[in-house]
């Protein structure tokens, strides 16, 4: 079946640091991807949506400039929190959508100190 | 997308049958039901989708009520490592568009 890597699966950083979380579609071809962050007993909450070649799309209450979003390549998107503070410390995951539909990555948990 | 309404929290005996509702009352003649779980701290993991015949697979059975309103996810027989939350997600199947998830069914089974 369809296979999503996500990396790392965990980070701490500095407060003030930027953080990159890698998500690949191993087998297949994703032209979107999706990202979303979950906080402790919560449901997963929908970031942005990545097309590859184009600018993602963020959910309202989503700051563009501070999860910057790639999505260069058919199997690669990448997020990146910038200017990470302690508040943006949760559990990262991401969607690849292909021909088996939606796959998801194993998530990152993203500490910041 | 329709919304969807599930218990927060289920029990389960290991070995018995795990059946988990969800209504979808909304529901459009265009939208799928979808079912997906979530192991602790792990990504969602997909496990089945009907329209609106029952459907089986080497995980569960789905059961879509004949007015489309509601549906059951049955694990025919729960392990400990079925205890996940359980998300009941109506949709279109439309290629690459946003997948939103509720607060979903805690389901614990027990020994």
């Known amino acids: 079946g369809a296979v999503v890597s996500q990396h790392p699966s965990w980070v701490i950083c500095k407060s003030g640091t930027s953080v990159k979380i890698e998500c690949r579609s191993l087998?297949?071809?994703?032209?979107?991807m999706f990202w979303y962050r979950q906080f402790p007993k919560q449901s997963l909450m929908l970031m942005a949506t990545s097309n590859e070649g184009s600018k993602a799309t963020y959910e309202q209450g989503v700051e563009k400039d501070k999860f910057l979003i790639n999505h260069a390549s058919l199997t690669l998107s990448t997020l990146t929190v910038t200017s990470a503070h302690p508040e943006d410390s949760s559990f990262y995951i991401c969607?690849?959508?292909?021909?088996?539909?939606?796959?998801f990555g194993s998530g990152t948990r993203l500490t910041v100190v | 997308d329709a919304k969807t309404t599930q218990p927060p929290s289920m029990d389960c005996a290991e070995g018995r049958a795990a059946n988990l509702p969800c209504n979808h009352s909304t529901i459009s003649g265009n939208e799928y039901v979808y079912w997906y779980r979530q192991i602790h701290s792990q990504g969602p993991q997909y496990i089945i989708h009907?329209?609106?015949n029952n459907e089986t697979n080497e995980m569960a059975s789905l059961i879509i009520t004949e007015d489309r309103k509601s549906s059951t996810l049955i694990l025919p027989h729960a392990t400990l490592r079925d205890t996940a939350v359980y998300y009941c997600i109506v949709r279109v199947a439309a290629s690459g568009s946003r997948l939103t998830f509720g607060e979903g069914t805690q389901l614990t089974v027990n020994p």
């Open positions: 087998d297949f071809q994703a032209t979107t």
């Open positions: 969607s690849a959508h292909g021909t088996d539909g939606y796959t």
């Open positions: 009907g329209l609106k």
